[in-house]
């Protein structure tokens, strides 16, 4: 690409289409036509030599070469843009929508906090909550479907570059079963007794596969796992009316969960524990709106 010949509105064009990841929506923020924003599109193909932008369902996502044009670029747009417009977000006056994509068991601890801090500071901001899973957080944040994701990764799978994220809080794991269950009467569980009591236990992708049991077959062992349910809520609830027990997680002065007819004790085999962090696409650094509400939700819950 020829500097001198450069013209670098377009480059404005290719923000837009990484950000809001569709040709319509990216004509829309710059209030420019979608033949405009088309054409803009060809001459940055022929300017890089690349498609850039392929279609994906009813958007476009970016080619490998336009995600390694985007880091540097963003970092150049980002300073352009404080320099010229300043780094001021007015989130009291802001009407903007995001969404996040969590679990039950997160947004329960995440979405009362969020929301009231939300309706003092930001009043006018829409915030959505979507059902989602360490299994297929990564694909909706690259969909554009979700501006931001909450939850523990799974580190056995590979981190996809375009992945940013930021530490929260640390998720210890805690047995729970009915008030009453005579397991509950132990000073301490034997470890064969738990594992031959009957388990129920929480699967979000719906198959039989859960932390735990991974934790379990790691050290040759196995326990009598009877049910799975798909919301954390259900598990709690199976738990309070029956005699079946659950390793659930436990985040220490951020619970929301109602101990009523339930008791809590140490598992006879410690899980390790996880961290929970906030996840977003890289299309969204140079993104003021999004900056403000990250670290809006890093002030909230990051936990040492």
């Given at each position: 690409m020829n500097y001198r010949n450069a013209d670098l509105n377009l480059l404005k064009v290719f923000e837009a289409l990484m950000t809001e990841g569709s040709v319509t929506r990216a004509a829309r923020k710059l209030s420019l036509t979608q033949?405009?924003?088309?054409?803009?599109?060809?001459?940055?193909?022929?300017?890089?030599?690349?498609?850039?932008?392929?279609?994906?369902?009813?958007?476009?996502?970016?080619?490998?070469?336009?995600?390694?044009?985007?880091?540097?670029?963003?970092?150049?747009?980002?300073?352009?843009?404080?320099?010229?417009?300043?780094?001021?977000?007015?989130?009291?006056?802001?009407?903007?929508?995001?969404?996040?994509?969590?679990?039950?068991?997160?947004?329960?601890?995440?979405?009362?906090?969020?929301?009231?801090?939300?309706?003092?500071?930001?009043?006018?901001?829409?915030?959505?909550?979507?059902?989602?899973?360490?299994?297929?957080?990564?694909?909706?944040?690259?969909?554009?479907?979700?501006?931001?994701?909450?939850?523990?990764?799974?580190?056995?799978?590979?981190?996809?570059?375009?992945?940013?994220?930021?530490?929260?809080?640390?998720?210890?794991?805690?047995?729970?079963?009915?008030s009453g269950h005579p397991l509950g009467k132990l000073e301490k569980m034997p470890l064969k007794k738990f594992l031959n009591a009957r388990h129920v236990d929480v699967s979000l992708s719906g198959n039989s596969s859960v932390i735990y049991d991974r934790v379990l077959r790691s050290r040759g062992l196995e326990r009598n796992l009877v049910a799975t349910v798909s919301h954390y809520d259900a598990a709690y609830e199976v738990v309070r009316r029956s005699d079946l027990i659950a390793v659930l997680p436990w985040s220490e002065g951020l619970e929301t969960v109602r101990m009523t007819g339930l008791r809590r004790v140490a598992p006879p085999l410690a899980a390790p524990p996880r961290t929970v962090e906030l996840f977003w696409h890289e299309r969204h650094e140079t993104s003021v709106l999004h900056q403000w509400f990250g670290n809006l939700l890093v002030a909230m819950f990051a936990r040492d």
């Open positions: 033949p405009t924003v088309s054409n803009a599109l060809s001459r940055l193909r022929e300017t890089f030599d690349d498609p850039l932008f392929v279609r994906n369902g009813t958007g476009v996502r970016p080619t490998r070469r336009a995600a390694e044009l985007w880091t540097p670029l963003a970092r150049s747009l980002h300073a352009i843009r404080g320099m010229l417009e300043g780094e001021a977000f007015d989130a009291s006056h802001s009407d903007a929508q995001l969404t996040i994509t969590m679990s039950d068991y997160v947004s329960c601890i995440v979405a009362p906090r969020l929301l009231d801090r939300l309706g003092e500071v930001a009043p006018g901001i829409q915030c959505h909550a979507s059902p989602g899973t360490v299994v297929d957080f990564c694909h909706t944040l690259n969909d554009n479907k979700a501006d931001f994701a909450i939850g523990a990764y799974n580190d056995e799978v590979q981190r996809p570059g375009f992945l940013r994220s930021r530490r929260l809080w640390s998720v210890n794991f805690a047995c729970f079963m009915r």
